[in-house]
């Protein structure tokens, strides 16, 4: 079965083509991923037919989980599609179906090579028990986003303000520098807690200026990751909506810098780079 390694901004996945292929994708993705014992990924992504859209996009976590949607690995999967003849190049818009719903990805092209992408990456949502999360007093929320929700863990105050972007979010912003919080332990944890029935991916950011922001991501079945894109969304959302930024932010993290615009009630967009490492075969 051949394979390409590709990522963006850091965030790394391994593409197959699979819309001839039936495999234990849950299993695959887990040994695929495995960066001692197999390819090196923080998932697999599946390249698949589909019936309304131009293609399908299945993703599986490194722990085989399934997940709705990933930022950067949608602009990577429009490039291998790209590349590969399997949609026109015309530099049109590529409709890309995935469990979060369709996502239109633009692709940015240098030289005729596609480099990136501008994903519309659709509607936050803000409703607590759709994001889906469980508060104590949910009746006093009711379907209006929650921000700064009281939060401690390890000895850490950690306010979270909770997003979904098809996938589930929860961002604190802290005055300690994100290099130096120990993201690795409480990561799983809050990502684990009672609180999240489907678990959560978590981010703590550094606001830097009203349009710059630093983070890390602790994703969702996968650990810390150097790149997130419906992370880096979540915490624009996050920042406009606390007043920590403008409606354009760059977000950087520790893989690279993605744009994110949102005007605060529409749709929100990606933007980032998209990069093929090596290709295989795999046994």
Not at 167 to 195: M, Q, R
Not at 276 to 282: D, M, Q
Request: negative net charge.
């Amino acid at each position: 079965m051949k394979f390409t390694k590709m990522h963006g901004a850091g965030n790394d996945y391994v593409y197959v083509d699979a819309r001839s292929e039936d495999r234990d994708w849950p299993e695959l993705a887990r040994r695929m991923s495995d960066r001692h014992f197999g390819v090196g990924g923080d998932g697999l992504i599946l390249i698949k037919n589909s019936d309304v859209a131009d293609l399908r996009m299945s993703m599986f976590n490194a722990d085989g989980s399934e997940a709705e949607m990933c930022g950067n690995g949608i602009r990577c999967f429009v490039k291998y599609a790209v590349d590969r003849g399997i949609v026109p190049n015309s530099g049109a818009s590529v409709s890309v179906e995935t469990l979060a719903g369709i996502r239109q990805v633009a692709p940015i092209k240098e030289d005729g090579s596609v480099t990136g992408a501008r994903v519309s990456m659709g509607l936050p949502i803000l409703t607590p028990a759709d994001v889906p999360v469980k508060l104590e007093s949910a009746g006093e929320y009711g379907a209006g986003p929650v921000l700064k929700y009281p939060f401690l863990m390890d000895g850490y105050d950690l306010p979270l303000s909770f997003v979904s972007m098809g996938n589930p979010h929860a961002v604190t912003f802290i005055d300690t520098a994100v290099a130096e919080f120990p993201l690795h332990t409480v990561g799983p944890k809050i990502e684990h807690h009672s609180i999240f029935p489907n678990r959560v991916n978590f981010e703590i950011v550094n606001v830097d200026s009203p349009n710059h922001l630093t983070a890390r991501v602790w994703e969702r079945g996968s650990g810390e990751t150097l790149a997130c894109g419906t992370g880096a969304c979540g915490i624009a959302v996050a920042s406009i909506l606390t007043g920590h930024s403008g409606n354009t932010v760059d977000i950087t993290l520790p893989g690279g810098t993605l744009k994110v615009d949102w005007d605060g009630q529409g749709e929100v967009f990606l933007e980032g780079p998209a990069q093929e490492v090596f290709s295989g075969e795999w046994a």
